[in-house]
């Protein structure tokens, strides 16, 4: 059975410091990866997603940045944090070959930006 | 633009029914999705619509009408477990989700 990994589970940083969130897809391959980020109390905002190695799409312009450097994990990562960073962060993956199939859920990274 | 509008919030009785709606406005339309997310976890997959109609899973349903844009959950027999957000979203024509803020029900003893 597929899992999907997150760590870390909670992060607290200060204001200019840098970011790495990881995530990891276990029992499958050539997956799409997603990251979101879910601010207090509102809806998921889709950072960026990749379709295989290398390749990421970025949906938000901002100080935050993805790699792929394997077929199945996912970096987050900023080299200087804002206040406004602070947030829920979520990976999810979906199978490669199919578009309509519902987004699995890694269990988030809480990042508090101080 | 792409817009996805659900109420932010609703109380209902244990016990009782409960019906959330969604409206939706996309480029292009693959399908409706409806997650629930308990408070500070990750979202959970409860059902996709793609076609018209009314589509049940145990307690839950969903139903969409694509000519109005228009979907809802339908919750029965409620229980305190399902105080949680549920969220809409819709996959637009190039497969991207487009999400609701949520709607976060209240169950009342």
């Known amino acids: 059975s597929q899992t999907i990994h997150q760590w870390p589970a909670t992060l607290v940083q200060p204001v200019g410091s840098p970011l790495s969130l990881e995530c990891t897809v276990e029992?499958?391959?050539?997956?799409?990866l997603y990251w979101y980020r879910q601010a207090a109390g509102r809806g998921l905002q889709l950072l960026f997603y990749s379709v295989g190695i290398g390749q990421i799409s970025s949906e938000v312009p901002q100080n935050l940045s993805a790699s792929r450097p394997q077929d199945r994990q996912f970096i987050l990562s900023s080299k200087k944090l804002l206040l406004s960073d602070s947030g829920f962060y979520l990976c999810?993956?979906?199978?490669?070959?199919?578009?309509?199939?519902?987004?699995?859920f890694g269990p988030g990274t809480r990042l508090t930006v101080l | 633009g792409q817009n996805i509008d659900q109420p932010t919030e609703m109380t209902a009785t244990e016990g009782a029914i409960v019906q959330i709606n969604c409206t939706y406005q996309t480029s292009g339309f693959n399908g409706l999705f409806w997650y629930q997310q308990h408070a500070g976890e990750a979202p959970t997959f409860l059902s996709y619509?793609?076609l018209d109609g009314l589509e049940e899973k145990g307690r839950f349903s969903s139903f969409l009408s694509r000519s109005k844009g228009y979907s809802y959950l339908l919750l029965k027999e409620l229980q305190m477990k399902d105080s949680a957000s549920y969220l809409c979203a819709a996959l637009d024509s190039n497969y991207q989700l487009i999400w609701g803020a949520g709607t976060k029900l209240i169950i009342k003893p």
């Open positions: 619509n793609v």
């Open positions: 029992g499958t391959s050539n997956p799409n």
């Open positions: 999810a993956w979906t199978p490669g070959e199919l578009s309509y199939n519902e987004q699995f």
